[in-house]
């Protein structure tokens, strides 16, 4: 596959359709020549007999599958979980305390004290990044805590920060919390950067222009790289190096970015980037998260002597020291070089287990080439959404930008005033999982590891006929 960003930087066109696309055996003929139609036997899919039990069943009690839309959400479970779950119980039931050092021949995991390490190898991949920019930890919030505690460093006239209008409330709440946690007032030091008018997007030009404004008095830059309500993805490279050009920090907001477009962290010199792996990761509920330092940010300086290491400044914790020294109990903190240095303690074996399950489906591909089919694929739903209707006679309108390269394997529709409740519970009984939010939004996600055209189609059916009076 070519990228979706096309050859030397050229971006390519947006997909089209032909007049018979609108057919269900168009669709079948798109999954049949899809390269990458094999990575859904790497899931479990929710049979429709299942999603609306509240009782727990096993996989597989009905052959029919639902249509699960909702991995902006919640991804669905690797088969591959199971078998890495099994090893590490095992690991802990048989040789107990030793599983800290010793690599089990049969296992596919490494020891707990590389574990993390081994899922950095592969999360690097999914971001764009060295494995030493990237760490294993925590969770998204989390993570943001602990980089703001690094990267936010107010001074007497630089003490704003610049953030999306409608920043997932977590997010929200954690700056909140920094700005008064240096004696600031909130209200004052946040500046939130909202949609140009008549629109629900955010333009790069406008996000400029508040950097323009507020080059005197704004120390960091932190927007999401795939706003979570709208599904836009914003041009981070062209935001960070104009950010950065005029002194400001630049972190990203990656959860609904990490695992659904094609990231260049390192390439892009972004500052630092947190992002949770549950959604388009699918490494299970409240799943460890990830973060990103670039390599500029985590170098230890020893040219004072091994006992006097110079390096950011940041929240230490055991785990974050060399491992080298880390049982010696001297309490003499050296910190390993890169992201892993901001590690703060032992991280969840467990959750590490489901993590390294859900990159080992990652390590079968490229986001390059998932970027290309959820490029195709989310094109297509846009066709068949807009087929044969005018923006007057439609029941929604599309609140997700049009330009393929602003957005990732979501669109949001804004249904008219009194509709979501009627629509969502349609395609609920339908059997098909999409995530709605109050009041009229339905946000649909057709994933490209395990989603396909055809699912498409009938989805674009259902919410169709769901509309109709």
């Known amino acids: 596959m070519t990228n979706a960003n096309g050859l030397n930087g050229v971006k390519a066109p947006k997909p089209t359709f032909p007049a018979e696309a609108a057919t269900r055996e168009y669709a079948a003929s798109l ?90 190898g592969s999360m690097c991949k999914i971001v764009g990044a060295s494995p030493e ?25 630089k003490t704003r920060i610049l953030m999306d209008w409608k920043a997932f409330p977590s997010d929200h709440y954690a700056i909140e919390s920094h700005i008064a946690w240096h004696g600031l007032d909130a209200k004052e030091n946040m500046v939130l950067i909202g949609p140009d008018e008549g629109t629900y997007e955010i333009s790069t030009e406008k996000i400029l222009s508040y950097i323009d404004q507020h080059v005197d008095d704004a ?14 993805l914003f041009d981070i490279p062209t935001i960070t190096k104009y950010a950065q050009d005029r002194g400001l920090v630049v972190g990203w907001d990656l959860a609904h970015a990490y695992g659904n477009v094609d990231l260049k962290l390192h390439d892009w010199n972004v500052d630092f980037a947190a992002w949770c792996t549950y959604k388009y990761g699918n490494a299970g509920p409240g799943a460890m998260g990830g973060l990103f330092v670039h390599e500029r940010h985590g170098k230890v300086d020893y040219s004072e002597g091994e006992d006097s290491p110079k390096f950011r400044h940041r929240l230490t914790g055991w785990y974050g020291g060399d491992r080298s020294v880390r049982f010696k ?98 395609l609920q009984d339908a059997g098909i999982i999409c995530d709605k939010r109050e009041p009229d939004v339905v946000r649909v996600a057709p994933v490209p590891l395990y989603n396909t055209f055809e699912e498409v189609f009938t989805f674009v059916e259902v919410f169709k006929s769901a509309l109709v009076k």
Not at 142 to 155: E, W
Not at 219 to 232: I, K, M, N, R
């Open 219 to 232: 120390a960091v830059l932190l927007l999401p790289g795939v706003q979570y309500y709208t599904g836009q």
């Open 329 to 426: 109990m001297d309490n003499k903190f050296k910190p390993i070089p890169g992201a892993n240095g901001f590690v703060i303690s032992n991280p969840s074996v467990i959750d590490l287990t489901t993590l390294c399950a859900s990159l080992s489906v990652f390590d079968k591909t490229s986001m390059t080439d998932l970027r290309q089919k959820s490029f195709k694929l989310t094109a297509y739903l846009e066709y068949l959404l807009l087929k044969d209707s005018t923006d007057a006679d439609r029941q929604f309108s599309i609140i997700t930008p049009s330009d393929p390269h602003a957005r990732g394997a979501q669109l949001s529709l804004l249904l008219k005033p009194g509709l979501l409740h009627k629509v969502a519970q349609k």
């Open 133 to 157: 920019e990237v760490a294993a930890m925590g969770t998204l919030t989390m993570n943001l805590h602990l980089l703001l505690a690094s990267f936010y460093k107010p001074t007497e006239t």
């Open 31 to 120: 999954d049949k020549a899809d390269p990458l139609r094999a990575l859904r036997d790497e899931f479990i899919i929710p049979s429709k007999a299942n999603v609306n039990t509240k009782k727990l069943a096993k996989p597989g009690l009905s052959s029919e599958s639902s249509i699960y839309f909702c991995g902006n959400s919640l991804g669905i479970q690797p088969k591959a979980t199971a078998k890495y779950m099994e090893a590490q119980l095992d690991t802990w039931a048989s040789i107990g305390v030793s599983g800290h050092f010793t690599k089990m021949e049969d296992s596919p995991l490494s020891q707990w004290q590389l574990l993390s390490e081994q899922a950095s």
